[in-house]
């Protein structure tokens, strides 16, 4: 039983810990070419969702005064939209 728990809690673990793994490395390489600002991995995981999710494809956000354009990538069509 204990064995089971171990492998169920270090599954979880491994799951949860890369889930933004790239997103915040192209984060923080995108402010470092655009505005050669060095942000750190935790400030860039904040930024997740708002450079990912929230945003429109082709605006610009603002990150602390550095201008990145949305990594949003355009959905295309919509299926059963006319």
């Known amino acids: 039983m204990k064995l089971k728990l171990l492998i169920i809690g270090a599954l979880l673990v ?5 889930a933004y793994a790239g997103k ?3 984060i923080v390489t ?3 070419n655009s505005c050669g ?4 991995k935790a400030q860039a995981v ?24 949305c990594m ?3 959905g295309g069509a919509v299926v059963g939209s006319n």
């Open 14 to 18: 491994g799951v949860h810990s890369g």
């Open 24 to 26: 915040v490395d192209d």
């Open 30 to 32: 995108a402010a470092k």
């Open 37 to 40: 600002k060095d942000l750190q």
């Open 46 to 69: 904040q930024l997740v969702k708002k450079m990912f999710l929230t945003c429109k494809p082709g605006e610009r956000v603002d990150i602390g005064g550095c201008q990145i354009g």
């Open 72 to 74: 949003k990538s355009d």
